[in-house]
């Protein structure tokens, strides 16, 4: 676990843009068992590649999409863990990743980034891929 003071900041660069940081499985339960609209997951990490490319990726894609989730919430991994576990269970079958952005319609997983997509991608090619998702899915 990663001391707050070290990730405050991180963690405001989503939450100061609108998301919404889930801190309870309690609150992430709540927010992605929604069974009408879309919800985009950012699960935000302190590694160079959260920074760098998902977390402005994400802010880039909603900046400039018309479409665009209903609701963003966040949850940190290595901070909130618990919350961070009940995300992933949403997002399973996928393999717990973070950085991973994640986007639901209607309850269902749809759109998946994960680690592998993010790391070494520029946040511009992160934001083209999310607006896609966000035209067909929002």
């Known amino acids: 676990m990663y001391p707050q003071e070290l990730t405050i900041p991180m963690a405001k660069d989503l939450t100061d843009f609108g998301f919404e940081g889930l801190r309870t499985p309690e609150e992430v339960t709540a927010a992605l068992d929604q069974q009408e609209g879309t919800t985009m997951v950012v699960v935000n990490s302190v590694c160079g590649c959260a920074a760098a490319n998902a977390r402005p990726g994400a802010k880039m894609a ?77």
Do not use: W
């Open 62 to 138: 909603v900046n400039a999409s018309e479409k665009r989730p209903n609701r963003m919430v966040t949850v940190f991994a290595g901070v909130d863990k618990e919350a961070t576990e009940k995300a992933r269970e949403f997002m399973l079958p996928y393999p717990p990743s973070s950085p991973s952005i994640a986007l639901f319609k209607d309850g269902q997983l749809v759109h998946f980034l994960e680690r592998h997509h993010i790391e070494g991608r520029s946040a511009e090619i992160i934001a083209a891929n999310l607006q896609l998702a966000f035209e067909r899915y929002c």
